[in-house]
């Protein structure tokens, strides 16, 4: 029941646990790989609990992690933007509040050091349709800065995610923006096809401030999967160069 999956969150959050965020040394973008088809999204669940079957991995595997890195774009301003800013913010932060409840999560005050970097700014037209949040995934090698007195480790895999949200909304409505698009940032890249859910395609006439129990269980499922993984072929010195073109997976 619904107790049980938020008890499984928690329990989920209190495994991983919390850990530091370095900055990273070095970056490079992983290209999606020629030749190499997008696994299909999973089998869905016999009982109907959750939608998983409409969330898909990347030729790498599913972009998840154990733990979150998170930069929110500081705010300023004087006056009445000062008071549209902090709208912006406090909806964002409701947002990621609501995430922090069912994933480690920890805020961070450099973007480098991030893993999920959320803008305040409107998502540019996409094929002539506006949107008001956009998420972009990009996968990258990243050498991070390691803990004091350990050597310095292999790149990893990881997912880089640029967040867009715009401040031309009302606070729920931004608030249910931002919770949405967090959502694909945290590895649920797909819709579910209910409108009650905040992973909703098509969301209710009311903005969706909460997780759903759907939500929830379509999560811990997914932070059961494998993570982002190379090719055995892949180098694990220095990071390789770049080949082909790099496609941009994109959500909203």
Request: proline letters at 15%; aromatic letters at 6%; one cysteine or more.
């Amino acid at each position: 029941g619904r107790m049980s999956l938020v008890v499984a969150a928690a329990l989920l959050a209190l495994a991983t646990g919390p850990s530091s965020c370095p900055a990273s040394l070095e970056t490079r973008a992983v290209p999606p790989p020629p030749n190499r088809p997008a696994p299909d999204p999973p089998a869905p669940d016999p009982r109907g609990d959750d939608y998983r079957h409409r969330i898909y991995p990347t030729v790498f595997g599913w972009p998840r992690l154990d733990h979150w890195c998170v930069w929110v774009e500081p705010v300023g301003g004087d006056g009445a933007a000062a008071r549209w800013d902090q709208a912006w913010l406090s909806a964002v932060e409701g947002a990621l509040a609501t995430w922090q409840a069912v994933l480690p999560i920890t805020r961070v005050s450099s973007p480098d050091r991030a893993q999920v970097r959320l803008y305040r700014r409107r998502p540019p037209l996409r094929n002539g349709r506006a949107s008001h949040g956009r998420a972009e995934l990009e996968l990258q090698l990243v050498r991070r800065h390691p803990a004091a007195g350990s050597p310095l480790g292999p790149p990893q895999l990881e997912p880089l995610v640029s967040v867009s949200i715009s401040p031309a909304q009302r606070v729920e409505a931004m608030e249910a923006t931002a919770l949405h698009e967090l959502g694909h940032a945290f590895g649920l890249w797909g819709h579910s096809d209910q409108p009650n859910d905040a992973m909703a395609a098509v969301p209710g006439p009311r903005p969706i401030r909460q997780l759903s129990p759907r939500d929830r269980a379509t999560l811990i499922w997914l932070q059961r999967q494998p993570g982002l993984l190379l090719s055995p072929a892949a180098p694990s010195g220095g990071l390789p160069e770049p080949a082909g073109p790099r496609g941009t997976p994109t959500a909203e």
